[in-house]
Structures are given as C-alpha cells and as structure tokens.
C-alpha cells in the first residue's frame, strides 16, 4: 500500500456526525478544523492545517466537514495494542504513530470505573507531559515539515490529543483563552462518541460506560498543561527546545499556521 499523499480537495462544510441505516455513527464525531483561532498578537490560524478528532475505523464515511482532504500526515497517538491492522487512510496519507500513554484511552477501558476519576484525569495529563515530552515536542516538528493538513487523534481525540494539540497551538502563539475554548468543546461530543464505540464494537457488550467525570474536558486541566509548558523559564519556545524541537521548527510551524 502506498503512503503518497494525494491532491487536497477542497470539501464543503456539513454535518458530520450523520447514522448510517442502522442507526450506528458513521463518521468521526469528534472532528474539527482548527482555523480561525486568535493568537497573542491579534493574527488568526490558518483552516486547512491542522485538524483534531478521535479515531477513524475502515467502516466509515470519507471526513467531508473540511476545508481540505486528506491530510498530508496523520499522527495517531494511540499505542500498538489499542488496534490491530492498517490505519483506514494509510493509502492516502502519511500516518505516524506516536504512543504518548496507554492510560490515557478511559473511552475504551472498563477498570478505569474503579478509579478515583478526578485525581485519575489529573495524573493522566501529568504523565502525558513527564511520560514523553520529547514525542510531544517532535509532533510539532513533523507539523513544520509537512506542506499538506496535520490530522492529530487519538482514541476519544480528548486527553491525549487534547494536550498534544494544546502545545501545537501555543507553539503558534495562540491564545491560551482559544486553547481552552477549544479543549472545552469535546466535553459535548462524548456521549455521541460513546454511542459510536459501541455500535463498532469497541466496548464490550454490557460494559458499563466510563463515569461521567472522564469524560468531560476540565478547563483546568488543560490550564494545567498551559501553565507547565509555557511557564518554563524560556517560555514555549524553551520547553520545546529542551525536549528536542529546535527553534527553526517553532518559527516554520508558526509560518504555516498562523496568517500574516
């Protein structure tokens, strides 16, 4: 199978969380385009660059709510043994797997029920940040070397891209106001997500959904998150440079997204 990347096709912007016939989602429910965001300077991102959304399964429709398709690259940061078999778009986009922390998929897992469930969410987004800030920092770098739209996901495109996609848009200089607005608007898509995964079957039958309180989308968490990258004594561009994304790829990457 081929990892070409094939011409961007402008789409028009409609619903995409639409049911098949029998009733099961069919498109990703957690997708959106992150153009139109403010940065600290009064300049907005760019659509067409960098998408979020949970993950994709081969069953369903082609995204059609973007700007463009498909992506240039994809990086999805979901661990080995969270699927089996090929990416859905690997014929047509160049995918990267980038594992940050298993723990952080609660949508797919059952004995996350027994664990303190706020303290749990806050641990997660620590350890996404201690675990592998040297894969958070390389997403960005891959972001600036690719001419075509960035696709991050992970399971439920919550905590993992939720903190993965924060650090991309500080890079950017976006506002942390923005980040958290954005971060926040997941919180109304889970339910719809949960429906999805267990209409593919990716919870098992009768298996309680996760608690309420995991699947929401804290602004504090993602404050949190804010508060440790770009407090660094060098600011965004210090934290990145000390986990290995050199300064020529923040300004390449704030080249592309943001608009002059």
Known sequence: ?????????????????????RGSISGLVNLRDLGGLPTTDGRMTRSGVLYRSD???????????????????????????????????????KVVQIPVLR???????????????????????????????????GVVELAAREAGPVHVHCA???DRTGVTVAI????????????????????ENMDALMTRLEALGRRKSGTPRPSPSMLTAPAALIEMVIDRVAGHQ????????????PRDSVDAWRRRFVGG
């Open 1 to 21: 199978m081929s990892n070409s990347v094939q011409p961007l096709v402008p789409a028009p912007l409609v619903d995409t969380n639409r049911k098949d016939s």
């Open 156 to 158: 439920a495109g919550k």
């Open 103 to 137: 723990d952080a998929a609660v949508v797919t897992d059952a004995d996350t029920l027994t664990r303190p469930t706020a303290k749990h969410l806050e641990r997660i987004y620590n350890d996404i940040l201690d675990a592998h800030p040297d894969r958070l920092a």
């Open 168 to 187: 991309l848009l500080l890079t950017a200089t976006v506002s942390a106001e923005a980040i958290v607005q954005d971060y926040t608007a997941t919180a």
């Open 55 to 93: 993950a994709p399964y081969a069953s369903d429709d082609t995204p059609d709510s973007l700007p463009a398709w498909p992506p240039g690259i994809v990086v999805d940061l979901r661990s080995h043994g969270e699927y089996t078999g090929a990416h859905p778009w690997i014929e047509y986009s």
């Open 234 to 245: 060098d600011g965004v561009e210090g934290w990145l440079d000390e986990h290995g994304c």
